[in-house]
């Protein structure tokens, strides 16, 4: 099965917390994806952290290097432009994106946002780490 990243699930990952172990847990063994939207949101996430004293520079720093490396399937925003905008009334939708990426790829969305996983989207699995 293919597992979209959403970009709370990866500043967990790549900031290597607690969260960010069960996040690997799940992902161990799985294909995974990601829209292009997930760079821009996590480096922003990132920089929000650092700016507010949460994880140090050369934390963040390390976070961004392992994002560049982190081995996924990009999706690009043009794809999931229509199926995102279809969900404008239930989801966010930089959130929406995240499932219309995981509907492309007949997947399931792991996320670490309980607001996200309580929505309803029918039409996709998503999984939450806690």
Not at 38 to 53: D, N, P, Q, T
Not at 63 to 68: D, F, N, Q, S, T
């Amino acid at each position: 099965m293919t597992l979209v990243l959403d970009a709370s699930a990866a500043v967990e990952l790549l900031l290597r917390t607690p969260r960010g172990a069960q996040v690997e847990a799940h992902l161990t063994g799985q294909l995974v994806a990601i829209p292009d939207l997930l760079y821009v949101e996590v480096c922003s996430a990132l920089a929000r952290l650092e700016r507010k004293g949460e994880v140090t520079g050369a934390e963040g720093d390390e976070a961004v290097r392992r994002l560049g490396r982190l081995p996924a399937r990009r999706i690009g925003a043009g794809l999931l432009r229509d199926r995102a905008w279809a969900m404008r009334d239930r989801v966010r939708v930089a959130d929406a994106f995240y499932v219309a990426a995981a509907s492309v790829v007949s997947g399931a969305l792991l996320t670490c946002d309980a607001r996200l996983a309580r929505a309803s989207l029918t039409n996709v699995s998503i999984t939450l780490v806690r």
